[in-house]
């Protein structure tokens, strides 16, 4: 009882309101953030080591993190932060040092150094959309396409989760869906592909066809191709590359037996068509950093292209450079004509890929803008 008292208090400190007697599985991965890193703040250390901390986090929870940060660093604990979030390294820290291929780039005074100066550091002559997203300036998006619909999501409701949701994305397409951790944006894109039950009301279509609710099997026969928040729901990181990137399409590496030369063949390709470093067929999926077990997804999808692709927090925990490469890989499947769904809680990640964006609240669609300059702070304020 003790124990649970104490556990009922911290989290109350950390603006949460969870029973501590829950398991783990069951909260939400935010949440599951949010205790990991309380478990950190109170531990009583002396350093305190942060790695990516708010990749899952929303708007509230980002604050209330480094409102702990701060008292604490103020008694004394000193903070190693690592991110690839701008805002959070020069707000929130004394110096910045900048990595790059494995190397020291620089080291700056946080209050010294505009966000451009970071960018440039980070990924060089990188993407100029990137770029101009991260820095906060405003991002052109182009007129509304006329190209066939190929996903509509019509009044799609999941409650509370998710109420009367519409969304069409068209050929070539790439939308993007933004909303806070309780927007209800990821829980849409887990209906889409039937990773949760059927929907209350609403209907899903590929191509004019129903897709049967609540069924995976059924989304990928439709065509629905999907990457979730966490990528370790998605692979199992202790089988091999080649194993992980074949798994959506077994069956064209099968005879009797799984065929070992075509799944080299298959990693080979991709690997080298999706930038994948120190990928080898055999090599456990484990042993790659995120962004390459992220692109290890891609392979999985893309060798048989898809209809529609959902992506969730596609560039989660990623450096610049990395989300540089997912942004080639996403903009070259709409190329080749794939319907794309981008949902993220990252203005800018949905301001670097979208040529549509929609904005979710509360598990409505608020929002939708085309042909119009839209910034990274109209997004925060009414999605917010």
């Known amino acids: 009882r003790k124990m649970w008292k104490e556990a009922h208090e911290l989290l109350t400190r950390m603006g949460l309101d969870i029973d501590p007697k829950l398991r783990l599985e069951q909260l939400p991965i935010g949440q599951q953030q949010m205790i990991e890193i309380a478990k950190a703040l109170f531990s009583g250390a002396s350093i305190i080591f942060l790695d990516e901390p708010t990749s899952s986090l929303g708007t509230k929870e980002t604050a209330v993190l480094f409102r702990f940060v701060r008292e604490l660093a103020g008694r004394g604990v000193s903070f190693v932060l690592i991110t690839h979030f701008l805002d959070d390294a020069t707000d929130n820290s004394d110096r910045v040092t900048i990595f790059r291929d494995g190397r020291k780039v620089a080291t700056v005074d946080s209050a010294g150094v505009s966000k451009a100066e970071l960018v440039e550091y980070m990924i ?5 959309v990137l770029q101009s ?10 007129p509304a396409s006329t190209a066939a619909v190929v996903l ?18 068209r050929a070539g397409e790439v939308v993007g869906l933004y909303g806070d951790l309780a927007s209800g944006a990821g829980e849409l894109a887990d209906l889409v592909f039937g990773a949760r039950p ?50 959506a399409h077994l069956g064209q590496m099968m005879g009797f037996f799984i065929r070992p030369r075509l799944e080299n063949k298959h990693v080979e390709k991709w690997a080298e068509r999706l930038r994948i470093r120190g990928a080898t067929p055999l090599k456990a999926a484990g042993a790659l950093s995120g962004g390459n077990q ?15 692709l959902v992506l969730v927090e596609p560039t989660r925990g990623m450096d610049v450079g990395a989300k540089s490469d997912v942004l080639r890989i996403v903009e070259q499947a709409a190329k080749d004509g794939v319907a794309v769904l981008v949902a993220s809680s990252e203005p800018e990640t949905v301001l670097a890929f979208a040529q549509r964006v929609v904005v979710a609240k509360r598990g409505r669609i608020v929002a939708e803008f085309s042909g119009t300059a839209i910034s990274k702070r109209d997004l925060l304020e009414l999605g917010h």
């Open 124 to 128: 060089g002559d990188g993407s100029q």
């Open 133 to 142: 997203t991260y820095v906060g300036s405003t991002v052109s998006l182009p």
């Open 152 to 169: 509509d999501i019509a009044a799609v409701t999941s409650a509370p989760e998710v109420v009367e949701m519409s969304i069409q994305v």
């Open 198 to 247: 059927k929907p209350h009301k609403g209907t899903i279509s590929v191509g004019g066809k129903l897709v049967k609710g609540g069924s995976t099997p059924a989304a990928k026969a439709a065509g629905i191709a999907y990457i979730p928040a966490d990528r370790r729901q998605a692979l199992a990181l202790e089988q091999s590359i080649a194993w992980n990137s074949t798994l």
């Open 294 to 308: 992220q692109k290890i997804l891609f392979a999985r999808w893309l060798e048989y292209p898809p209809k529609v």
